[in-house]
């Protein structure tokens, strides 16, 4: 199974709404990493979180990792339309240099 | 500029054939990567190079073979085609293999017929 795995599978909002995602892992890790993948696009990178850390923000983005559950999420508040798009959660373990992605969150913001 | 630019963009081709794509970047980084998203989306790493010296061989069958001529470039091969290969590859870099962020190039959707 994946090594990050999001939750929900898909959402769908209204804009102006929060959105929250949630992802989970098994091994350790060094840090956490969020990205962004609009339609037909590449991957871009929203934020990253060490393992020392436990909130984190960056404009709209706010990130929480419980390293005790294994877990991360992401927060995106006042949503736009301009939001839509998929959100995955990759992890950066300690063993072996390498990002490993979960399946992502797919989300619709409705104008 | 773009910072990882790979191509062809799109890649329509029969079983059995070869093809190759191409990854560049421009960002000064050590590290390169390939990464296969299937079609639920699952991205999964195939390869990863640190200054053209092979560090992740994710169990990828061996008709698949990476060719980094230079720490910029970073090639993925693929002989004898199947339609189990139909994806859509990306490739990406980081400053180092540890912990920093990857850039994405804009993917490669590739169609086996």
């Known amino acids: 199974s994946q090594q990050g795995e999001e939750d929900p599978q898909a959402l769908s909002i209204q804009e102006g709404e929060n959105a929250t995602m949630n992802c989970s892992y098994k091994t350790s890790i060094n840090n956490l990493q969020w990205y962004r993948q609009n339609s037909g696009r590449g991957l871009v990178h929203l934020i990253l979180i060490r393992s020392n850390e436990r909130e984190k923000h960056s404009g709209r983005l706010r990130v929480t990792l419980d390293t005790s559950k294994k877990s991360s999420s992401l927060l995106i508040t006042a949503s736009r339309a301009a939001d839509t798009a998929s959100y995955f959660c990759?992890?950066?373990?300690?063993?072996?240099?390498?990002?490993?992605f979960g399946g992502g969150t797919r989300v619709l913001v409705k104008p | 500029d773009t910072a990882v630019s790979q191509t062809p963009k799109y890649l329509v081709t029969q079983m059995g054939n070869d093809k190759s794509i191409k990854c560049e970047q421009n960002l000064g980084h050590d590290t390169m990567y390939w990464y296969k998203q299937d079609s639920k989306k699952f991205l999964k790493i195939m390869f990863s190079?640190?200054?053209?010296?092979?560090?992740i061989n994710e169990t990828v069958p061996n008709r698949f073979s990476p060719k980094s001529p230079d720490k910029a470039h970073l090639n993925l091969h693929i002989n004898s085609l199947e339609l189990g290969d139909s994806a859509v590859y990306f490739c990406?870099?980081?400053?180092?293999?540890?912990?920093?962020?990857?850039?994405f190039g804009q993917g490669t959707r590739l169609t086996v017929v």
């Open positions: 990759a992890t950066h373990s300690s063993a072996g240099n390498k990002l490993t």
């Open positions: 990406a870099s980081s400053r180092g293999a540890e912990t920093t962020e990857a850039f």
């Open positions: 190079y640190n200054n053209k010296e092979l560090i």
